[in-house]
């Protein structure tokens, strides 16, 4: 197996330097052959725990026509782990940083818990911009699989040790309580702020901020969407955007809409309705972005389903949905990748979760 991933990126490079695709003109297909465009920028959207019953929310429950149906390209992901038929959001979110099949709660290890680099460090060493946004707390598996190398996703502690020197240029989430009222009396607030980090914990800015930001706004996750917390990923997605696209080498930014998954998990259809319509409210924010800017790839997938979460009849009643679920924890269907701008291409298709990395690598690692 150890030949498998080499020889799979040497595939994805040649697919990339000279691939063969379908151009229509007036009614009229030819094949030509061209390279597909690199993205410049990469804006990765992960709804955590959004299975396709998830997205298909979007479309009855939402005024107007859903931002996932601005997408062109659309993939399904097998999500599996390393250890289990049915991944968590730890394995599931290593694979997206770092190509890796992993086992559940791994946090940025592999298999034997051995370090593997993330695509925000790899593109950060190579003068990209990097932000990390989340609803949940920073320090929660899907942020931390970013940034962080621990061995299991409860130690959040350990993961907000690896936040001073992550080369994360925009932090945005919860987690406060991590930073500053710690076990072992550390005051890690202060060593941000000595690492050029401006700590903000009241509200979010209007205007990025010149230095590094850490952007704190609860103690550990954010409220939900039914507590108040307004319009706090899509406008810090804009502003993760203002701030990041100001870096000439381009840049990358992870958003994730944490607690879809959090809904799933306490089978209230309401609390993920509410915390999908917000996800897809974000999605128009990135794609605006997008469009305007050209140069900019994004992507949109989920970790895993959570809930078995289904868009049910209410009895015989066809015309009338009763939202169900089938179980607490996580299910193994597949899920959805939406991909739009330069590159997007490649993201057709049904692949293994972890090749989503292996695709934007290829598209913005070299
Ligand atoms: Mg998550
Ligand atoms: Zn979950």
Redesign the pocket.
Known sequence: MRFKFPFLLLLLALTVSSCVSVQVKDNTVTNVSREIKKPKNIILMIG?GMGLSQVSAAIYYKNGKPNFERFSTIGLSKTSSASDLITD?AAGATVFSTGVKTYNGAIGVNNDTIPVPTIVEQLSKRGLATGIVAT?SIQ???PASFYAHVKSRRMYEAITEFAPDSGVNFFAGGGLKFFNQRKDGKDLLAKMEAKGYEVITDKLPQKPSEKNELILLAEDGMPKMSEGRGDFLPNATKLALEKLSQNENGFFLMV?G?QI?WGGHDNDADYLIEELLDFDKTLGVALDFAKQNGETLVIVTADHETGGFTLASDGKDYNKIKPRFSTTGHSGTMVPVFAEGPGASLFNGIYESNEIYHKMMALIGK
Do not use: G, N, P, R
Request: proline share 0%; hydrophobic share 10%; net charge negative.
């Open positions: 955590d959001s949940s929660h598996a899907t994730e944490s998954d």
